[in-house]
């Protein structure tokens, strides 16, 4: 048991590195591009810090371990405790950073076209992922439809986000990287090229973690009797592989960046919440499960609470703290029962 923790850690301080690597060259992409912290944060940031749950279902259903029921649970519980982290837990952790110095009737304030455009997009599109969970199986043809409106959701989300861009970097909401390239470090000069290159690099120890992780997900559930990998899926996988989201954010956040932190989260669940469920849809049996519509629900209602208290001033900090409560709620549901 005690080695299976161990090949867990190991593997998350490698899909850690990972996404260190990819998000520190794509800031630096978006500043050589001369992009608003709109894109860089909802698409650029958002896309790099969320390859590892993106890339643990992927993996999980084109083979990750001997059994396809549990390559299966696996991959839809990554897709689906993706969204779900993201809107609860992640944002509450983001108030509760700087809630010493902004007290608990401070504001986070990101961009607020932006933000509220994310949520809008988000909401519409987990609607849709839900609904086709109510799809018959042999219905191939219409699961198909459900599948290409997410792409075709995701596709329009981003043409949108860059268009609005220019305008923004106007405004003075243009990208700046916080830190030097990475690989700069070693010597090599700052260009297209090496930002290329760590990106590849990222990309590479990526794949090879999100692997390991599985396998190690695949052990415990065998370990732990009565708890299935789908759960575990819903729960672990979410909590370790959005922690780029977390700590991106989290700074951003202290550092008085709003529209990057908020960005970062609600970016990465459009992404999750529109390419990944329609690779469900098609692949797994897309089923309303118990565990798996209640993480449903608590995620829709905590993306709606987002968009009901995203005034133009900001969002209040009291607000976000709510988002944890309902992420309490969902594990006490879940491992409750």
Known sequence: MTLLFVQLALMLVAILAASELFTNALEHLGEKLGISEGVTGSLFAAIGTALPETTVPIIALMGGTASRAVNEEIGVGAILGAPLMLATLSTCLMAIAVLKTRGLKGIVAPEHSGFTRDLNFFLCAFLIAAGAMFVPHHAWEVRALFAVELVGVYVAY???????????????????????????????????????????????????GAKGFIAGVEGVSHVLVGISALLLSLIIIPI??????????????????????FGNITGAMVFQGTLLPGIGIMLTPWEPRLEVMTGVFITLAAAAWLRFNAKKSGVVLWA??????????????TLGR
């Open 158 to 208: 981003v043409v949108t986000t860059f268009r609005a861009s220019a305008g923004l970097v106007e405004k003075g909401h243009g990208t700046e990287a916080p830190e030097r390239l990475l690989i700069s470090r070693f010597g090599l000069p700052t260009s297209l090229a090496t930002v290329v290159l760590q990106m590849i690099l990222g990309t590479a120890l990526l794949v090879g």
């Open 240 to 261: 370790a592989t959005e922690l780029p989201e977390k700590v991106n954010s989290i700074i951003w956040a202290r550092h008085g960046k709003d529209t990057l932190a």
């Open 320 to 333: 976000l703290l709510v988002n944890g409560g309902l992420y309490a709620l969902y594990l006490a549901l």
